[in-house]
């Protein structure tokens, strides 16, 4: 897999659908850790040393999404 490519086309598709940048950003921030938990079995702590980040920081993307969630 290129990354670079497939990069470029989501990101081709976020902005012809005229999607802002720190949406953008918020998102592929949230599916990423999703992603990497999945990965470590919902293990938060493994999780966080793999991505470099304090533990809470996931847990409070993860709280904000749910927040966001019960406001819709």
Same mark, same amino acid.
């Given at each position: 897999?290129?990354?670079? @490519? ?7 598709? @976020? ?13 592929? =921030? @949230? ?17 966080? =040393? ?23």
């Amino acid at each position: 897999m290129n990354l670079d @490519l497939e990069l470029r086309k989501i990101i081709r598709e @976020l902005v012809s659908s005229n999607i802002p940048l720190f949406k953008a950003c918020e998102e592929f =921030k @949230l599916k990423f850790i999703e992603e990497a938990l999945a990965h470590y079995g919902g293990n938060i702590k493994e999780t966080a =040393k793999a991505l470099g980040v304090h533990r809470n920081t996931i847990s409070n993307i993860l709280n904000k999404k749910i927040s966001g969630e019960k406001g819709d």
